[in-house]
């Protein structure tokens, strides 16, 4: 079940949620759009039928006026509590759409306290089920209909949307081409086989799942057998005053992706940048990692849209 404490992490929460009570029924859901023309221009439209789905995750889309040939993809997930409304409202990824030309999928949980599905060996496993096939089946639709890019489709999520980012990263790393984690945790730290799909692992949130680089990795390697092909480049965040998903686990995604890309277990640099707030430190440890830690920053480290954009190579 969902955690009180995790459910205290966005702060503007509540009322955001009022003033979504008010717009939720607005839009009627489109089923199945086969082209990006189908589809409304600048407004968050619910789409439907769009491939395997066995949890039901509801999806949206954000189509900005004017689309980029051979557009990219961005999957935005939200945190506990959250809604793709809400996740759409708090951060900037429509407004940059807008700027950038790329296509964003807003995927909301369809879970009691719209946590994320992060824990099921389902969700765990490439095209084994769960909230990850679910929103990977919304990606290979656009991909499929839309004339996406395949070459950047994205991920980016906060808390329980960052830990899905990493289940995304790891289960779907035929889909997937870069993951921005804004305070998650390593891939597979949350799972508990057997139980209820948006269980919460308290081992995992308190930072006492302590494994080696390798050990991390073979859970990824565990989650697409045979899977030989580039993996998605990743960007960690966290801040060290995070008592709902404690700083450790930003020392555990650490090991795992270093691991995973056989990059050293130090950093090649580890500086501040004029573009972070002070006390910021990025550490780069190959170009398809890097890990910027917060100091004193608690649950969740606040939106860097721009800057996982840059990473993307979309800014
Ligand atoms: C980077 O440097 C900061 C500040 O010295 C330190 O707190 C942080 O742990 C370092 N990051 C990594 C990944 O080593
Ligand atoms: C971190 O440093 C790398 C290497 O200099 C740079 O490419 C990247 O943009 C930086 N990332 C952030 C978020 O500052």
């Not at 930072?207 to 990743?234: C, D, H, I, Y």
């Not at 060290?240 to 404690?246: H, I, M, R, S, V």
């Amino acid at each position: 079940m969902v955690s009180f404490k995790y459910a205290l992490g966005a702060i503007a929460l509540p009322l955001l949620q009022l003033i979504w009570a008010g717009t939720a029924a607005s839009a009627a859901a489109i089923s199945a759009p086969t082209s990006l023309a189908a589809i409304p221009a600048s407004t968050l439209t619910q789409i439907t039928n769009f491939g395997t789905n066995p949890n039901n995750v509801l999806m949206f889309v954000y189509k900005p006026a004017k689309v980029a040939a051979k557009p990219a993809l961005i999957v935005a997930s939200h945190f506990c509590t959250g809604t793709a409304q809400i996740y759409f409202e708090g951060s900037k990824f429509a407004s940059l759409a807008e700027t950038h030309g790329f296509v964003v999928l807003f995927p909301s949980s369809p879970h009691p306290g719209t946590c994320w599905d992060v824990s099921s060996t389902a969700t765990l496993t490439h095209n084994g089920g769960g909230d990850s096939l679910g929103i990977a089946s919304a990606a290979r639709f656009a991909l499929a209909n839309w004339g996406v890019d395949p070459a950047r489709v994205f991920a980016a999520g906060t808390s329980s949307g960052a830990m899905m980012t990493s289940v995304l990263a790891g289960a779907y790393p035929d889909v997937f081409r870069a993951g921005a984690v804004d305070s998650g945790v390593a891939f597979g730290c949350f799972a508990l086989p057997g139980q209820p799909d948006d269980s919460w692992n308290e081992q995992c949130a308190l930072g006492e799942l302590v494994l080696t680089g390798q050990q991390w990795a073979q859970r990824v390697f565990n989650a697409f057998p045979g899977f030989s092909g580039a993996r998605p480049k990743m960007q960690v965040w966290h801040g060290t005053a995070d008592t709902t998903l404690f700083p450790q686990n930003f020392f555990e995604e650490i090991k795992q992706w270093t691991t995973v890309f056989g990059y050293p277990s130090t950093p090649l640099s580890n500086v501040s940048e004029s573009f972070l707030p002070a006390g910021y430190s990025n550490a780069t440890f190959g170009p398809n990692f890097q890990a910027i830690l917060a100091q004193g920053v608690g649950h969740t480290v606040p939106l860097f849209e721009q800057q996982y954009l840059q990473f993307f190579g979309l800014a």
